[in-house]
Structure formats: structure tokens, C-alpha cells
């Protein structure tokens, strides 16, 4: 422990040493921690009232902390929690007194102490307990807790004999107790014992139970950052260690936003006060109130892994530690050549040749003009319903203008057909294709193979095949978009898959660069190794962190098999009750991103139903996505990681949601 550290922390062990990690794994990076050991719960030593009193003892505790004395710790923590309690209320601040005095510490908690400050952080007052130790030894837990003014409304305990078997217990199992444990009338969930294996259970446990939920480990570390000066933020460790919110300080980031933020950007699109995100993890969000979220709008589709995946957050770190931020559009670095092999090992072989971009729209503008220099023509077809961007050529090809309509005619020239679902549309949609393309002006066809931004619209399978076959018989190409639909969601790594067509061209973004800014243009060789030098660059393309975020997300997407996932993702949204809806048309879309179809009572798709019950699923605590064609479908698109749990939370939201809004 360093001596000019701020933050240090004195842990005391009962000498069994059998649960550290699980104390670990709770601390903040960066805090400055030492252990010492007393003779506690031995080896053979029944879970018992006498085993316990004998652990409770001041002076073999004392004698540890004596050892800290030499560092001079802010605090010291007891890691015994039947010993903090056993001997009934008092009794743990005793301990804590005795600790902190014979260490030269400022402050002394127990689990006792500490489990008691967490519950009524949370304002808790009806309790749930779990306990693994004998009925005595519980009891005595239980009149602890309300001794403190709490009431304990119900409790179950595992059977164990000794310590050992503690340690043996998996998060799975106390997780199941746990569920046994709750009801709908409690306030949270107080997990007794000081060796239980909690850490990395307890956000879906939390979601499951939706009550804060208090393991006598987390507790401890937790007060004892807190009394060290120490803010106690990991994501990933439940609602104790979430930021905790600086009053006014929303509205005041609310007023100056509203002051200097466009109004060209869709951030007041759904509510005058959007939440403020100061953190996430997997597929929560945590804004600057400290309010929990679950994100069923991945960035607008970018984060399919979630929110601080440990393999993203790790190749960004490493990268980082390289000292390259960037290096402009002349020079690479080996992240980004190691991205391009590994993509050309999993698309078919082809597609081998990559032109990097810094976003989706600025991949589509590439492919737009790679067709055009590669034809020599200027005219495009397009579908009714598509949305490739917002600069002016991807506009062009767009069908969805929305306010940009008022802007006239675009450039390139294009013409959009009817986007097929079904087998007879398909066939009307194939005449019109070669009517067109017999002009002898088309530099190619642009496609969705499934459309996001107009409601998670899905073709009829042979559109694809059928794209391919008619634009290469008169000379034009095929790119297809795939920033949308690309990395997994559809329930292949890329959804062209589905169809076993090869484009010409192929566009991918969002989740394709791991949640950070980046694109690829993949294309034929004969495409893109014809372009000279500079004909289309940007300063950021495909920058080295986004490189590094995007091999990462493709190994664990492979790696995990989670396009695999995304199917069964989707099958438990379809299967939920949200297609029952009374006011709902339909639900859309394949794979992990499915969408819901809004009509108001006139059956009219044209007005807001739909976003006044995304408004209340928001402030419910689901973020979804708005898609459409006229603003009429509420858009589920959640990461890849997302637990059933989750899935299901999220459906409860939504139809609650909808009955609020009706």
C-alpha cells in the first residue's frame, strides 16, 4: 500500500482465505488496498451460533490490524459477517471502533455496519433475506436487520456445514434462492454471509426482482470506499456501485443543451428532456439522475454487443497504450490491416478489397461513386422505404427524406421501385428493374436486405438472387447496405448470407466498428483496385480505434456464435405479448431487430400513437428505436448479450406502456 495514496483500505480476514476474490472483485480500479488475517471460521468449524461468537472476539481481529498500523490505512474493514452480527445490535460498531483505533485509521466498517448504510441508501424498508448458514445463526441475522428498523418479510437459507461448502456454491444457486426469497411487496434483497459468490449475478438478479439487491460483500466495499473518500463506480456490479447523481446538475446540462445544440439533430425528437447517460453496462444505461435503463436501441444499432464489453473496451485500451490516436488517410496501423484480413477470411472470397470510410453515409457516397467510375453512368435504382444517410448523395438514393424532401431534385439520379415482401410483388418489382436497366444509363442498384429505418421491413427472400442475376446482364452493379443488417443481428454475420448472393459492392457501419465512429466499403478487386490515389479519402477512415473495436466485436461475435443468438433473441420477442397488442398491425423484422407497428384507433399510420408510447417505455426505463415510414413503428433492436431476463423486462415496460398511453 502506498503511503501518499489516497483511498487505502485495511481489509481483515478471518485466516480461512477461501472468498477473497469475491471481495475483489467488487473494488474500484485504482483503489490502494492490504489484507491481514486473524484466526476466524476454521476448517471443520460448523456454521453455528458457538463457531461464530468464538470468531466474534476482539482480540485476535485487533491483533491484525495492529499489523496495518505501519501504513496508516483511512480504513479498515472486517471481512467476517456472522462475526459483525452474532452478538446482536452494537456489537459490529464495537468492532469497527476497536479496528480503526488499533490501525491508525480514520473510519472501521463491518458487513454488518456496511449491509445496514446500503439499505438505507436505497431508502429500503421491507426486506427479503437469503442466508447460508443454520436456523439460529439466521435468526440472529434477521433480528439484526430489524433491530435497525427494518422488517424482514420473508427469508431462505441453503443448508451448508462449514465454509467450504460456502465457497463451493455458485452464483447460479444463490441467484435461485434469491428468486425464492422475493416478493412483489419488498423494497430489496439482503444477502447474508461473507463467502457468498454474488459479484457478477446480480444485474440480471436486479432485473429479474427489479429491487436493489445487497450482498454482505458488495456491502463492505462498497462503505468502505464511501468512507475512504472513494466514489464506489464499477459497471457490471448492481445498483450500489452505479454513480451516485449531483443534484440540479440535469437540469442544468438540459438548459445548455437546449441553448446550443442544433435543432437539425434528433435529440429532442421523442421528449423535451432526454436522460443524459453518464455510464452503461451490457444492456443497461445509467443517466446523470442515476436512473437505469435498458437500451433496445444499441446506439441506433451500433452497440450489438452491448454497453463496455470487456473484449471492446480492452483492444481500445490497447490500443490507446500504443500511443497512436491517429494518423490520417496516408498511413496505417497494424490494427487496421489485421481488421481487413480477418474480414476477408469470413466474406466470401470475392469481396477482398476494402476502402475505409468514417461512417455509413460516407461508405454509401464511396460506393455510389466506385459504381459510377466503374460504369461510366450516372443513374441509380433505389427502393421505396430505403435509408442510406444523410449527405447528399446517399440522400439521393434514399427513399426516407423526411424534412429534406423540401431540398428537390438530388444527384445522383435515381429511381425508386417498390421494395418487394412478398413473391407477387417481387415479380411486378422484376419487370419494372429490367424496364429500367434496359435504358443503358444504370450504374447500379442499391439495397437494404432488410429495411431498419422504414419498420424492420423484411423482402421476400428471392430479391437478392434476383438483383444479382438482372443489373450483371446489363452492366450495372450491386451494392448492397448492410450497415444496418451487418455483424450478426440478422442471425448470420452478414445477411447476404441468407440469400447466397455476392454483391458487387458491400456497405458496413454501425455495429462493424465496434460503437465507435468507423465503415468499410468492401468490394471486387476489379472495383476498387482501379481508383487513383486520393479519388476518395477522408481524414478519419476508419480510424485505429475503431479498427481495434471492430475486430474485437467480429471475434466475439464468431468466437460466442451470437448471430446464433440473435434468433433465438428474436423468436422471444415474437413470442411475447406484444404482437397481441389490440393496436398493434404487425410484428416485423427477423433476427435481433424486430418492429412493432402502432395504429391508432382509426387504424390511421400517419399520427404520433406510436411515439407517445416509446415517451412512456422511456421514461419507464426502456430506450427503442424509432422506424417506420411514418414515425408508426416502435424499433427493438437490442444487443446481442442481452439476457432472456432482460428480453422479458423489456416486453413488460412496452406493455405497460402502451396501456398508459391508450
Known amino acids: 500500500m502506498d503511503r501518499g495514496t489516497r483511498g487505502r483500505i485495511a481489509f481483515i480476514w478471518p ?57 496508516r490505512p483511512d480504513v479498515v474493514a472486517l471481512g467476517d459477517h456472522a462475526g459483525s452480527f452474532i452478538k446482536g445490535n452494537g456489537h459490529d460498531l464495537v468492532q469497527a471502533r476497536a479496528l480503526a483505533e488499533a490501525a491508525g485509521a480514520r473510519h472501521g466498517t463491518t458487513p454488518s455496519t456496511a449491509m445496514i448504510e446500503a439499505l438505507r441508501h436505497f431508502g429500503a424498508r421491507k426486506l427479503a433475506v437469503t442466508s447460508p448458514y443454520d436456523e439460529e445463526v439466521t435468526a440472529k441475522g434477521v433480528a439484526f ?83 475512504a473518500g472513494i466514489e464506489p463506480v464499477k459497471h457490471g456490479m448492481g445498483r450500489l456501485f ?30 423535451d428532456a432526454p436522460p443524459l447517460f453518464t455510464g452503461g453496462e451490457g444492456a443497461w444505461l445509467i443517466d446523470t439522475d442515476g436512473k437505469r435503463y435498458l437500451d433496445f436501441a444499441c446506439g441506433s444499432g ?5 454497453h463496455r464489453h470487456p473484449a471492446v473496451e480492452a483492444a481500445i485500451r490497447d490500443h490507446l497504450d500504443r500511443g497512436i490516436t491517429h494518423l490520417g488517410p496516408h498511413f496505417h496501423a497494424p490494427v487496421q490491416i489485421a481488421l481487413m484480413e480477418r474480414l476477408a477470411g469470413v466474406l466470401p472470397k470475392e469481396l477482398s478489397v476494402f476502402h475505409p470510410a468514417t461512417n455509413g453515409t460516407e461508405a454509401v457516397e464511396a460506393a455510389l461513386k466506385a459504381a459510377m467510375h466503374a460504369t461510366g453512368r450516372g443513374r441509380f435504382i433505389a427502393f421505396e422505404g430505403s435509408y442510406h444517410g444523410r449527405t447528399i448523395g446517399s440522400l439521393a438514393v434514399s427513399h426516407a ?30 419487370s419494372r428493374i429490367e424496364q429500367e436497366l434496359s435504358r443503358g444509363d444504370i450504374a447500379g442498384v442499391i439495397v437494404e436486405p432488410m429495411q431498419a429505418t422504414a419498420g424492420m421491413r423484411v423482402p421476400d427472400r428471392g430479391l437478392l438472387s434476383m438483383l444479382r442475376e438482372a443489373p450483371t446482364a446489363h452492366g450495372a452493379l450491386l451494392i448492397v447496405d448492410e450497415v444496418f443488417t451487418g455483424y450478426g443481428r440478422t442471425g448470420r454475420l452478414f445477411a447476404i448470407e441468407w ?30 483496385k482501379t ?22 466485436t467480429l471475434d466475439v461475435l464468431i468466437a460466442e456464435d451470437l448471430p446464433t443468438r440473435a434468433i433465438a433473441i428474436g423468436e422471444r420477442l415474437a413470442r411475447s405479448g406484444l404482437a397481441e397488442i389490440r393496436s398493434a398491425a404487425a410484428m416485423h423484422g427477423t433476427g435481433a431487430m424486430r418492429g412493432l407497428a402502432i395504429l391508432d384507433a382509426d387504424a390511421n399510420p400517419d399520427q404520433p400513437h406510436a411515439r407517445a408510447i416509446r415517451a412512456a417505455a422511456l421514461q419507464a426505463g426502456l430506450l427503442t428505436w424509432e422506424c417506420g415510414t411514418h414515425g408508426h413503428v416502435i424499433g427493438l433492436a437490442p444487443p446481442l448479450t442481452v439476457s432472456d431476463a432482460e428480453i422479458d423486462r423489456a416486453v413488460d415496460i412496452l406493455l405497460d406502456a402502451v396501456k398508459r398511453v391508450r
Not at 533 to 550: D, E, I, K, N
Open 15 to 71: 485466516d480461512d482465505g477461501l472468498n477473497d476474490d469475491e471481495f475483489w472483485a467488487y473494488l474500484p480500479d485504482g483503489v490502494a488496498w492490504l489484507t491481514t488475517r486473524f484466526p476466524g471460521t476454521l476448517e471443520g468449524h460448523a456454521l453455528d451460533t458457538a463457531t461464530f461468537e468464538a470468531s466474534a472476539e476482539l482480540a485476535p481481529m485487533v491483533a491484525a490490524a495492529r499489523l496495518m498500523r505501519g501504513v
Open 145 to 227: 436487520l430489524e433491530s435497525h428498523g427494518f422488517e424482514v418479510v420473508t427469508f431462505k437459507r441453503l443448508r451448508l456445514v462449514d465454509e467450504h461448502e460456502i465457497e463451493a456454491v455458485e452464483s447460479k444457486d444463490w441467484y435461485a434462492i434469491a428468486l425464492e426469497a422475493w416478493r412483489p411487496d419488498i423494497d430489496a434483497i439482503a444477502l447474508l454471509g461473507g463467502g457468498i459468490r454474488t459479484a457478477h449475478m446480480l444485474p440480471e438478479l436486479e432485473t429479474v426482482c427489479r429491487v436493489p439487491c445487497v450482498p454482505a460483500t458488495a456491502a463492505l466495499v462498497w462503505h468502505a470506499c464511501r468512507l
Open 242 to 271: 452505479e454513480a451516485t447523481p449531483t443534484p440540479g446538475e440535469t437540469e442544468r446540462l438540459h438548459s445548455s443543451m437546449r441553448r446550443h445544440l442544433s435543432s437539425g439533430t434528433k435529440t429532442f425528437a421523442l421528449t
Open 302 to 306: 451500433t452497440t450489438v454487443l452491448g
Open 401 to 430: 427524406r423526411g424534412a429534406n424532401a423540401v431540398l428537390g431534385e438530388l444527384r445522383p439520379e435515381t429511381v425508386h421501385l417498390p421494395y418487394p415482401e412478398t413473391a407477387s410483388a417481387l415479380g411486378q418489382v422484376r
Open 499 to 528: 440469400a447466397e448472393v455476392v454483391p458487387d459492392l458491400l456497405v458496413l457501419a454501425k455495429a462493424a466498428s465496434g460503437g465507435v465512429p468507423g465503415a468499410l466499403l468492401v468490394g471486387r478487386p476489379e472495383l476498387l
Open 531 to 552: 481508383w487513383s490515389p486520393g479519388v476518395q479519402s477522408s481524414t478519419f477512415q476508419l480510424h485505429p480505434l475503431s479498427a481495434a473495436a471492430s475486430l474485437a
